[in-house]
């Protein structure tokens, strides 16, 4: 790949830095580095997805157990021999 490279790796490396971006050579047509860039951007998108939905999600307290509930039932009976 580099040997068709237009832009050098000094000034990708100086744009990434400024921009604090992520850079990654990749070749569609040689199927090289297209996996890691792919699995580099939905883990970003999964991580800021994840991050909001815990922010905006409100404030739960756990619900004391029923002794009488169905979820007690079903635990007392599996753990009968």
Known sequence: MSDQRIVSE???KKITEQNQMEYFETSALLNQ??????NHIMTKVYEKKFKEALANAPAQEEEPE??????????????RP
């Open 10 to 12: 000094s000034e990708v």
């Open 33 to 38: 580095g297209i996996d890691e860039m792919m």
């Open 66 to 79: 029923e002794p009488n509930s169905r979820k007690s039932e079903l635990n007392v009976r599996d753990a």
